[in-house]
C-alpha cells in the first residue's frame, strides 16, 4: 500500500482552476447546488494523485511506458477531507514480441478513501524493460 494522502478544498479548487474549470470543482457555493453538494476533485486531479502515490509502490520497475487504461470506471467523488491510498495488483506479465528486453505488464489499479470506498479502478497496461535472468 502507499502513503496515505489527504486532500484539502484549497487543492482541489486550485487544481480545477487550472486544469479543469467546472463550477463543480472551483466555486464552493454553486458546488453546494450541485448533485455533489460540494467542491469535489476532478477526475483528472484524482489521476494526478494516483499517479505521485503509486510512484511509491511500482517505483523498483523500469517502466518505458503506458499502454492503454482499460476498465476504468469512477465509482466515488473525491472530496475535500478525504485521505486516499492506492493498490496496484499485478494481473498479467509477458514477454514483448518486439523485443525480448522488454515486457508488457498490466496492472489493476484502485484509489480508496479512508472509510475503504472505492474512488477509482482501472486496468493500465505498461511496457517494462526486463531485468536480466539470475
Known amino acids: 500500500m502507499s502513503s496515505k494522502r489527504t486532500v484539502s478544498e484549497a487543492e482541489i479548487v486550485d487544481f480545477a482552476t487550472r486544469y479543469d474549470p467546472q463550477y463543480f470543482h472551483m466555486d464552493p457555493e454553486r458546488a453546494r447546488r450541485s448533485v455533489f453538494g460540494e467542491v469535489v476533485a476532478s477526475g483528472v486531479h484524482n489521476l494526478a494523485i494516483w499517479r505521485q502515490l503509486d510512484h511509491e ?46 515486457g508488457v505488464v498490466v496492472y489493476r489499479y484502485t484509489m480508496v478513501n479512508q472509510e475503504g470506498a472505492l474512488i477509482f479502478h482501472m486496468d493500465g497496461t505498461n511496457l517494462v524493460e526486463r531485468r536480466p535472468a539470475d
Do not use: M, Q
Open 57 to 102: 509502490i511500482t517505483g523498483d520497475i523500469r517502466w518505458i511506458c503506458g499502454v492503454g487504461w482499460d476498465d476504468f470506471r469512477w465509482k466515488r467523488a473525491l472530496r475535500a477531507g478525504d485521505t486516499v491510498h492506492v493498490t496496484a495488483t499485478c494481473l498479467s506479465k509477458r514477454e514483448s514480441g518486439r523485443d525480448p528486453g522488454r
